[in-house]
């Protein structure tokens, strides 16, 4: 199986006033097309940089990440955008949805930015798939938590991505809607034969999937594969 | 607590303040110039009239006048003016002024402004005349040169740059040439009909009561058609004059404020919105509701008081610009000095309007349940609606107490509030209807971009309605100046059918009226009117002679019809300005020798008189019974000779008379050419060039236009404030909404779009609400007040509002610039908490 992310040398510092704060050092890893992959670790581990990078959300310092194919260090913001649009998917751990769209408007918000034309079939398509196939034209506001959640699911899959990535997708919901969310996430993924990437402190939720990075002090604790159970 | 709290997040609202910061500038620079324009106007009120007090009179006095002047002691010093053509024989130019011959020390008072200095003295010994210095200016005359006025040639001794009684309109249109009062009868100016104007001025008693004077001597005079003005009484006219337009520019400042004060309702609302959590926790650890209200009440007093302090330092220095901006209106040079009551109103206003404005959203901190810590709930504040009806009353009362104050009269200060009501409710209503319809009917099969962008409208927090009503108001305000001035410029404007005249030639006497129409038809132009003109006064209105009317307090006619001395001619048919109202035009003459006339409908109205009322006239000493047979509308708007008094012909053909003569210029430089031969020819006579007191009139209305345009531009620019802040406030919201766009994959093209369009969006709705409101008010005004027809100009359409969309987007993009640079990941990580 060929590499959908392959993450070499990374490294990201910030700056704040005089001092320098190096969040990510020295990080390799690679991810095969298909896998279900963990990331763990502590608070100010550097797990949430770590995806935000992989996405191409920002720049590294040093280091090299290839995304589907593409280098994203040679890629301007713009290419970085075309190719989350088209190859990508998110789930954050506050929804974001667009509070002034219906939950259909927001599914579909992807396959808009495409130009794509029809979306609103397979938006209602997903709706229906994450159970709120009567909750279309209901605005995020007017839905508890955990309907957002499977909104911002059906949207992240709306553009058939190659890979997704979940940013703590349960840390905001509690554990009966949080586990429903995960179970819809995995079933989903499965269909769709995604790359999934979680972000997540949660080991019971990590140990879903097929392998974890662990980290600390942004450094790589390890990196394992679990035996299936 | 509360300072505490605001220095975390109180620089937010500053912004907001800078809006209330600009209105209060505006009204405190406004209030303070006002005050020393009055102060001046006292100080300075011997120095605009030259004496302490003047006789005046429109004819020769007679031996009565000059008994009571001599009463007084006599007079220190006379003058007499009259229009008349000055020729200028170094171009050969002839142009329209202003003569006045002076005798005595006069001015007793302020001075003659000349140049060189030694003229204003050095042009009596030498029998030169001095010129208006913008006159000297235009024809490139300089001292040495020579001015003819009627049959004499005098030397120019210098310029003239400002003297006593010599500025305003008049001014403008007949530039003043001050000779010595001696070489006026050589001249030859003064005519049968000429309009000369006498006056004899006097240097007050130290201890002397000009007040007791006035009211003494200034009846006996009325009778004699003579006019007693002390300074005291001239200086108060001319103090209610500026006093009106003060008041005016007065309130076109308030507007500014009160759109700043939404501004501020509008931030507080947002800010307090931010706030509920931090009310909720405070009240969930022991805070009581007052405290908690206190706090964010004493933060906006603050800030008000903040506001309040910028504002006056600002208005300080704009009282300092306005001498420069009403250069043009001002007949004397103002000393600007500090108004503290000016000052303390600015405080005030600043404290007052952000508590007041800033009430209703504060209310909800009243009613946050300390449940709000562990949910948030959307309609948490239904009971603070049963406040609202008492702020909203409060505040009507506030602006209409400050209208009051500002006005002096109840009436104008309720129409006032009304009419804010309805453009503030009509700006409001109209961007809430059309918001509702848009999403209604949706325009669903828009792209996405231009879908989105509509969305925005509608975010949560969203400030559209504010910001359509600040765009609104701040167009509403700069159209509805230019249509009226449109308005007021098409009541003058000259008609360009073939037969309208342009030139008209006064005080053609009998003996020059052929050769002077020759001279016209040699020139090859036409001559459209030959008018004889009759002066005469009225003596007795129905059955009272006009003596015993003016004696009589309690007479109700208009006093001017009783003093005027009417230019009156004679025709049998009516001409294109004048319709009758009632009777008919000609009638035939009755043979008990009563004369029937016709009446303007306004002078008819003024001397109380109606179809079949007696009316005698001293046509020059001769007394004429005469019943009003005809009554006639008049457009006194149209350029042209219009009379209020039109006798039948075969009455007045051997009375004394002298004429007038119109004809059509085609360009300015025939009519030039004609002027100078026509002056050549006929030195007494005086042209009137319709074409320049148009283009005089057009300036002065460009000057007031500029003035008000002036104030008015401080809505807009707190409109920007308003927008700027507003765009500010929303600022997290739009960043938030554009990176998850962008996330998603979204390119900055698409996030450009979005952002550029809502913004286009909100200049066009409040842009085009604003002026179409205007178009509406422009209308009516047209209709109701001026009564013309109206023709709005383009401009608002073709300049006005592509400005405002460029500035709205300009504003929005500029403000937009962080969040479409700020990097997606650093705002999901904030939002993660």
């Known amino acids: 199986m060929s590499k959908i992310l392959n993450v070499e040398h990374l490294g990201k510092t910030y700056t704040s006033g005089s001092k320098e704060l190096t969040v990510l050092d020295d990080i390799s890893f ?49 290419e970085r955008a075309q190719l989350r649009n088209q190859k990508v998917g998110f789930i954050f751990q506050n929804f974001q949805l667009l509070p002034t769209l219906t939950a259909l408007e927001n599914v579909v918000v ?39 959640q499977r909104v911002a699911l059906a949207r992240a899959f709306s553009n058939k991505p190659s890979i997704l990535f979940a940013d703590e997708p349960t840390g905001n919901l509690d554990q009966d809607t949080g586990d429903r969310v995960i179970q819809l996430l995995f079933e989903l993924n499965e269909e769709a034969g995604t790359t999934l990437v979680i972000v997540s402190h949660d080991l019971e939720l990590a140990q879903k999937c097929k392998r974890i990075l662990r980290l600390r002090g942004g450094k790589i604790v390890s990196n394992e594969v679990l035996v299936e159970s | 607590m509360a300072w505490r709290d605001s220095k975390a997040s109180g620089s937010r609202l500053l912004l907001f303040m800078a809006s209330i910061i600009l209105g209060i500038a505006a009204v405190v620079s406004i209030q303070s110039f006002s005050e020393n324009l009055e102060e001046n106007i006292a100080i300075q009120s011997k120095a605009l009239m030259g004496a302490d007090f003047v006789i005046d009179s429109n004819q020769p006095p007679n031996e ?32 329209l002024v202003g003569v006045r011959g002076i005798e005595g020390g006069y001015p007793f008072y302020g001075e003659l402004e000349t140049l060189p200095e030694s003229a204003a003295k050095a042009y009596k010994k030498s029998s030169g005349a001095l010129v208006d210095a913008t006159l000297m200016l235009q024809y490139g005359l300089k001292a040495g040169d020579s001015i003819k006025l009627g049959n004499t040639m005098f030397p120019i001794t210098g310029k003239l740059i400002s003297a006593p009684g010599t500025s305003g309109i008049g001014a403008s249109i007949a530039p003043p040439v001050l000779i010595p009062y001696d070489a006026v009868e050589g001249t030859g100016l003064i005519q049968v009909g000429s309009r000369v104007g006498y006056d004899f001025y006097f240097v007050a008693e130290p201890d002397q009561d000009l007040v007791a004077l006035d009211e003494q001597v200034d009846p006996q005079l009325d009778v004699e058609n003579a006019d007693l003005d002390t300074h005291i009484s001239t200086a108060e006219q001319l103090g209610r004059s500026y006093d009106n337009f003060g008041k005016f520019l007065n309130l076109i400042a308030f507007i500014a404020l009160l759109l700043g004060c939404i501004g501020v309702a509008s931030s507080v609302h947002i800010y307090i919105q931010e706030k509920i959590r931090s009310v909720a926790i405070l009240k969930c650890i022991g805070a009581t509701r007052k405290q908690t209200f206190f706090i964010y009440l004493l933060q906006i007093t603050g800030m008000g008081l903040f506001g ?113 009501l309805v453009v503030f409710a009509l700006l409001w209503g109209v961007a809430t209807i059309f918001m509702r319809t848009i999403k209604k009917y949706f325009p669903n099969s828009w792209g996405f971009t231009s879908r989105q962008s509509l969305l925005n409208l509608y975010r949560p927090n969203n400030q559209t309605t504010v ?26 404007s000259l008609e360009a059918s073939e037969d309208t005249p342009n030139l ?65 001619t004679y025709r049998d048919t009516l001409v294109p300005s004048e319709r009758t109202v009632e009777g008919s035009w000609p009638i035939e003459r009755k043979e008990n020798g009563i004369i029937p006339v016709s009446l303007s409908d306004n002078a008819a109205e003024d001397a109380q008189v109606k179809l079949g009322d007696t009316l005698v006239f001293n046509v020059q000493g001769v007394l004429m019974t005469t019943r009003v047979a005809h009554l006639r509308e008049v457009d006194w708007a149209r350029m042209q000779v219009n009379f209020n008094i039109l006798f039948p012909s075969g009455v007045l053909e051997e009375a004394p ?90 390119k900055n093209k698409q996030i450009l779009r979005i952002t550029a369009l809502e913004y286009f969006y909100l200049g066009l709705l409040g842009g085009g609400i604003g002026i179409v409101l205007s178009l509406l008010g422009s209308l009516l005004l047209a209709q109701f007040v001026f009564e013309v027809s109206f023709v709005p100009s383009a401009i608002p359409f073709l300049v006005v509002l592509p400005s405002i969309l460029v500035l709205v987007l300009l504003i929005g993009m500029l403000n937009s610039k962080s969040v479409l640079q700020s990097p997606p990941l650093e705002v999901l990580r904030k939002e993660g908490g």
């Not at chain 2, 506030?398 to 109840?410: A, P, T």
């Not at chain 2, 002298?658 to 031969?677: G, I, M, N, W």
């Open chain 1, 30 to 78: 690679g991810i095969e097309e298909g896998e279900t992959f963990a990331i763990i670790g502590p608070s100010g581990s550097g797990k949430t940089t770590l995806l935000g990078l992989c996405a191409g959300l920002d720049c590294a310092d040093r280091g090299k990440i290839e995304l589907c194919g593409s280098d994203l260090g040679s890629l301007n913001e713009d």
């Open chain 1, 110 to 148: 992807p396959l808009e930015l495409q130009g794509a034309k029809g979306p609103t079939k397979i938006g209602k398509e997903l709706l229906g798939k994450v159970g709120l196939g009567d909750r279309l034209h209901h605005y995020p506001t007017q839905l508890s938590g955990g309907e957002q």
């Open chain 2, 64 to 95: 009565k006048v000059l008994a009571i002047i001599d009463s007084l002691g006599g007079a220190d010093g006379r003058s007499v003016g009259f229009p008349s053509m000055a020729v200028f024989p170094k171009s050969g130019d002839a142009k």
């Open chain 2, 308 to 420: 309040g302090v910028l504002g006056v330092l600002g208005g300080l220095l704009l009282q300092q610009s306005f001498p420069l901006l009403l250069q043009g209106f001002l007949p004397f040079e103002v000393q600007i000095s500090f108004v503290p009551n000016a000052l303390f109103s600015g405080l005030v206003l600043g404290v007052l309007l952000s508590v007041l404005f800033a009430l209703m959203p504060l209310l909800n901190t009243w009613f946050v349940s300390p449940l709000q810590v562990l949910r948030i709930q959307e309609n948490g504040f239904e009971k603070s609606r049963k406040l609202q009806f008492w702020v909203v009353l409060g505040i009507l009362l506030f602006i209409f107490s400050f209208s009051y104050w500002l006005l002096g009269q109840l009436l104008f200060a309720l129409y006032f509030v009304l009419a804010v």
């Open chain 2, 467 to 492: 910001l359509i009503l600040a765009i609104g108001v701040g167009t509403f305000l700069i159209s509805t100046l230019y249509f009226t001035k449109d308005i007021l410029l098409a009541q003058v």
């Open chain 2, 504 to 568: 008209i030639l006064m005080d053609v006497q009998t003996e020059e009226k052929l050769a002077a129409a020759q001279s016209i038809e040699a020139s090859g132009l036409e001559v459209l009117n030959n008018i004889p003109i009759i002066t005469m006064r009225m003596h007795q209105i129905k059955d009272r002679p006009v003596r015993e009317l003016i004696l009589d307090s309690t007479a109700t006619q208009n006093r001017w019809v009783l003093f005027h001395e009417f230019r009156v």
């Open chain 2, 657 to 746: 008379q002298f004429h007038v003569l119109t004809t059509k210029a085609p360009d300015a430089d025939k009519s030039a050419s004609l002027q100078r031969e026509l002056v050549r020819k006929f030195p007494t006579v005086s042209i009137i060039d319709l074409r320049q007191i148009f283009t005089v009139i057009e300036d002065i209305l460009s000057k007031i236009a500029w003035v008000i345009n002036f104030m008015a531009f401080f809505s807009i620019l707190t409109g920007i404030i308003v927008l700027i802040g507003s765009v500010r406030t929303s600022k997290y919201q739009r960043i938030k909404e554009n990176v998850l766009l962008r996330t998603l994959g979204a």
